[in-house]
């Protein structure tokens, strides 16, 4: 499947309209134009005439009406149209995963993957439609009954990043549907067309099943007009904002400063451990995974390797090995396991993260350069990188986005280990490999791990939809996709009713009317 064939099913010209409320797109041409380049090659693959303040208001405009009509058809019928996008989703999988690795530069696997993880969530979304339950309660006063109910929330605003340019659009706006929200999307600047590609699968969906327009939007620009916009704006009572740490916290600032919720998925730090019980046959592919997957570009991703010393020289081995078996190149070759980073800036922070990194004292084990030559031309490729490290470096404190794993001994209790994985602001996810129950159970106890996500034998990223996916700290506290996550798109509400023929006051408090 050629890159214009993929481009021409979805309707993605050389210049493309930056703002739509499903089948209408906005007609702004004069606000900028916004060129989404391969990081493979360089080349351009299409520009979005960037939305305007009049495009976002139209957005909006739609956007409230369609909320009107849509949270009152019945949440399995939402249910329904989710399914139909889920399985439109399939339909479209392998051209949009393909886009998703032109456009971002994750190989293959990991294009199609994101797709998965959308059909996935579609599901998941699906027969949550029909279990948006609330407790019922026992009333303390006699002929009462209480319970309590989940509505929809009103149009809710979803800004993604550049990582995961569909997946995550899919995590917040499939279970916002059927929580009854309509969505205005703001996707990165950095990957405008795989949202168009999203909008336009969507807008099918819509179309076939004669629904208004605003219920699922687009709205692209910079971060600092129209993300700045949505922020402010009373319209949208939730804003679920994926992104870095500074970004969040000022979002956090502006969205509280109007009292609106936040769902925040910010960075992570995340460690493996691994104890001297380990099964290195399970843990060496796990951190490679973990660390060089998506070129280091995951949330998730694995920044910090806690090692045990007495097992430290064959894991840097062992490691240093599989890296030196990895293949970096064109993110669709199927053989290549690592792809280019997105841009140069992103290049120009990896490189000087490793600066810093040696001007600490860190010793690199392998890796280091920034790749260039035939293949290279898009000066966007580096070498998955080891270095030594100690945690309590500021470079090791940070979140780089970048195939860099820090390579940190410790010594003898795994609570000498859980104490450095948890030392970093951030509290995303966290792992660590070991056959010993006692250290598994204290890593998972409320003395072990601090993170969203803590695992045993299996890596940092890669979690599965079902679970409420996010983490505490700086990474934000927001949760979204699986478990009881569809609770922060819903506004809650608790009900008395009496049906009795007296007016008892709660507490047992008197007040006669003479
Ligand atoms: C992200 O990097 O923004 O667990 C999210 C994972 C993916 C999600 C990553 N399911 O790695």
Known sequence: ?????????????????????????????????????????????????????????????????????????PAPRRGEVVRKIGLKLREYKEALGRLVSHENGKILQEGLGEVQEMIDIADFAVGQSRQLYGFTMHSERPAHRMYEQYHPLGPIGVITAFNFPVAVWA?????????GDVIV????????????????????VLHEQ??????????????????????????????????????????????????GKLILELGGNNAIILTEHADLKLAIPAVVFGAVGTAGQRCTTTRRLIVHEAILNSVQKALVHAYASLRIGDPLDPKTHVGPLIDTDAVRQFSEALEQVRHEGGEILFGGKVLSGPGYGSRCYVEPTLVTARNDWSIVQQETFAPILYLIPYTGDVRNAIALQNAVPQGLSS??????????????????????????????SGAEIGGAFGGEKDTGGGRESGSDAWKAYMRRQTNTINFGTELPLAQGIRFELS
């Open 210 to 259: 004669d629904l208004p327009e605003g219920i699922f939007n687009l709205i692209i620009g910079g971060g600092s007009t129209i993300g700045e916009a949505m922020l402010k704006d009373r319209r949208l009572p939730l804003i679920s904002l994926t992104g870095s740490t500074p970004v969040g916290k000022h979002a956090a600032t502006v969205v509280s400063n109007r009292l």
């Open 431 to 460: 792992a660590i490999f070991t056959n010993d129950l006692r250290e598994s159970e204290i890593f998972l106890s409320e003395i072990g791990s601090d993170c969203g996500i803590a695992n045993v034998n299996i890596g940092t």
């Open 1 to 73: 499947m050629q890159l214009s064939e993929i481009l021409r099913g979805f309707g993605i010209g050389e210049y493309n309209p930056g703002a739509s409320t499903g089948g209408q797109w906005g007609k702004t041409t004069d606000h900028g134009v916004i060129t989404s380049r391969s990081p493979a090659t360089g080349e351009a693959i299409g520009s979005v005439y960037a939305a305007s303040h009049q495009d976002y208001e139209w957005v909006m405009d739609a956007a409230t009406k369609a909320f009107t009509v849509w949270r009152s058809i």
């Open 185 to 204: 999307w703001k996707p990165a600047s950095k990957t405008p067309l795989t949202a168009i590609a999203v909008q336009r699968i969507v807008a099918q």
């Open 171 to 179: 995590w917040n706006a499939l279970l916002a549907a059927v929580c």
